[in-house]
């Protein structure tokens, strides 16, 4: 069973930086891609990034582009999203997926099997 553990929200600045850390569980993390989500109240899942099983290839939502950034270590079963420049609409609870299945870089969720319980990101105007 895959388990994905997110960290590193919190309260901040607009204009402000955090960087967002998901653990995995399991084996083969290698070769799944990895995507963040994030959901506001009131508002359905939006896609903020994706990334391929070995980084080479990453997708990114055209609303972030340009302030976050998705990477990953392999060798610590992490995947991150460094998010700079940030803004009170960017207020959420911020999710990590796994996609275990072969296939391209997606930004529908239903493409996702596992999901972390999330961590809240909140930034002040």
């Known amino acids: 069973q895959v388990q994905l553990e997110e960290s590193g929200g919190g309260l901040v600045q607009a204009g402000g930086s955090l960087r967002l850390n998901c653990v995995a569980s399991?084996?083969?993390?290698?070769?799944?891609?990895m995507g963040w989500f994030r959901q506001a109240p009131g508002k359905e899942r939006e896609f903020v990034a994706a990334?391929?099983?070995?980084?080479?290839?990453?997708y990114i939502s055209d609303s972030v582009k340009g302030r976050f950034t998705i990477s990953r270590d392999n060798a610590k079963n992490t995947v991150y999203l460094q998010m700079n420049s940030l803004k009170p609409e960017d207020t959420a609870v911020y999710s990590c997926?796994?996609?275990?299945?072969?296939?391209?870089?997606?930004?529908?969720?239903?493409?996702?099997?596992?999901w972390g319980q999330g961590t809240q990101v909140t930034v002040s105007s």
């Open positions: 399991g084996r083969t993390f290698s070769r799944w891609r």
């Open positions: 997926a796994a996609d275990r299945h072969p296939g391209s870089l997606t930004s529908s969720p239903y493409a996702y099997e596992d």
């Open positions: 990334i391929s099983w070995n980084g080479d290839t990453t």
